[in-house]
């Protein structure tokens, strides 16, 4: 009566003549002793058996799987709708929310995302020099004030380049101004939205005038290096490579990185595969978006 027909206890315990207390432990008991069973089917692409696996895997603090259909090309925009989904579903009042400037998927994101009833962020801040080619400067800043916008939080730019000509140089720029209070910020971060790379540079990074050399790609790989997150490289164990360029990058440190309590990384794509497992392992993210085969790759390794 109760799960077939839809009958409510108060009316079952009168059609019976027994007391509704007697009607509930019946119930709870028919559970206990298997009699009734509840079965979940998840709805074509959600994939939380996989996304629980991941968690239990690596010890992860989340991951969300997205279904991609077709071609290649079609990772970023699911991985977009999917970060976008995650934000407005995690994202708490005070946030202070870091983001690397020349992710492509995480500037989709933000052209996706909803915008917020109530203010769900504090501040929005770039971890990496947002600063480049005029041509393509305009994504880097899009991606933090549109992401300030939707959440209601003061955008905090770095404006920079990610990777300068000198130590020197270097070090002059993080006492400007502006520049200082963006490196101030990055003490404060709860959330770190992170884009993972690959040792050849994405077009949007490329473009920027921000990516490395084709010789220090060369030193990187020999140093056995397989990606990279805010410009930091590291080994397919997760450990940092000292990259010959390491003190001329203006971004967050990777110690300060790590101490993010959430750190989600969105990547997809066999290509990027490795790249991912490395940052799993060396702890540069804690949260994982990524498409279906890599998962399921990363659970066969």
């Known amino acids: 009566m109760y799960h077939e027909r839809g009958v409510r206890q108060p009316e079952i315990a009168a059609r019976l003549h ?6 509930s432990r019946l119930l709870r008991e028919a559970v206990q002793r298997g009699v009734v069973r509840t079965v979940v089917v998840s709805p074509e692409g959600v994939h939380a058996e996989l996304e629980d696996a991941l968690v239990e895997r690596y010890g992860l603090r989340d991951a969300v799987v997205v279904e991609v259909e077709g071609a290649v090309a079609e990772v970023t925009p699911a991985l977009a709708a999917a970060t976008a989904t995650y934000l407005d579903a995690t994202l708490v009042s005070g946030d202070v929310i870091g983001v690397s400037s020349w992710s492509a998927t995480l500037l989709e994101s933000v052209n996706v995302m909803r915008a917020k009833t109530s203010s769900t962020a504090r501040e929005v801040v770039q971890i990496i020099g947002g600063a480049g080619s005029p041509e393509v400067q305009l994504h880097a800043t899009r991606l933090t004030s549109r992401l300030a916008e939707l959440t209601g939080a003061r955008p905090v730019f770095a404006p920079s380049a990610a990777l300068v000509g000198s130590r020197e140089l270097r070090d002059l720029l993080g006492r400007e101004p502006a520049m200082a209070e963006a490196m101030r910020a990055w003490s404060r971060l709860t959330v770190a939205l992170l884009g993972i790379g690959t040792l050849d540079p994405s077009p949007l990074l490329r473009r920027s005038g921000n990516a490395i050399t084709a010789d220090d790609r060369r030193q990187l790989k020999e140093l056995g290096a397989v990606g990279d997150v805010c ?47 490395g940052a799993i392992r060396g702890g540069w993210i804690n949260t994982l978006i990524t498409d279906v085969e890599v998962a399921r790759n990363l659970l066969r390794g």
């Open 18 to 23: 027994m007391s509704q207390p007697r009607v």
């Open 231 to 277: 410009a930091r490289y590291f080994d397919d164990a997760g450990q940092l490579v000292d990259a010959p360029f390491s003190d001329r990058i203006i971004g967050i440190a990777p110690d300060r990185l790590r101490a993010v309590e959430r750190r989600v990384g969105v990547a997809g794509g066999l290509d990027k595969e490795t790249a991912i497992l």
